[in-house]
């Protein structure tokens, strides 16, 4: 089956730097778009960035565009988010989601999502 698993988050100050990691297994990860969402408590899901299957394309929510990077590296069935100037309002869980061809901001058509790593971004 397909597994998500996340890690890289933590406590950090604001103007800070965290990189994000999803390892991805159960799947041919080349065929798979992959994502990032996130949701702080008491608010909606998210959408903050996503990949092609090749990495050719990427796509970012207006929050974190400029500040963000999406990667992937299809020989270790990763994909990274390397967030930069961090702001208190960064601060939620995060969590990788995969699947064929969705609608890259939708995560309704999103199946596969990962347990979710916590950013805190202290001010």
């Known amino acids: 089956q397909v597994q998500l698993v996340e890690s890289g988050g933590g406590l950090v100050q604001a103007g800070g730097s965290l990189r994000l990691s999803c390892v991805a297994s159960?799947?041919?990860?080349?065929?798979?778009?992959m994502a990032w969402f996130r949701q702080a408590p008491g608010k909606e899901r998210e959408f903050v960035a996503s990949v092609s299957r090749s990495g050719g394309s990427t796509y970012y929510a207006d929050s974190v565009k400029g500040r963000t990077t999406i990667s992937r590296d299809n020989a270790k069935n990763t994909v990274y988010l390397q967030m930069n100037s961090l702001k208190a309002e960064d601060t939620a869980m995060y969590y990788c989601?995969?699947?064929?061809?969705?609608?890259?901001?939708?995560?309704?058509?999103?199946?596969?999502w990962g347990q979710g790593t916590k950013v805190t971004v202290s001010s």
């Open positions: 989601a995969t699947e064929r061809a969705p609608v890259a901001s939708k995560w309704n058509t999103y199946p596969y």
């Open positions: 159960g799947l041919t990860f080349s065929s798979y778009a």
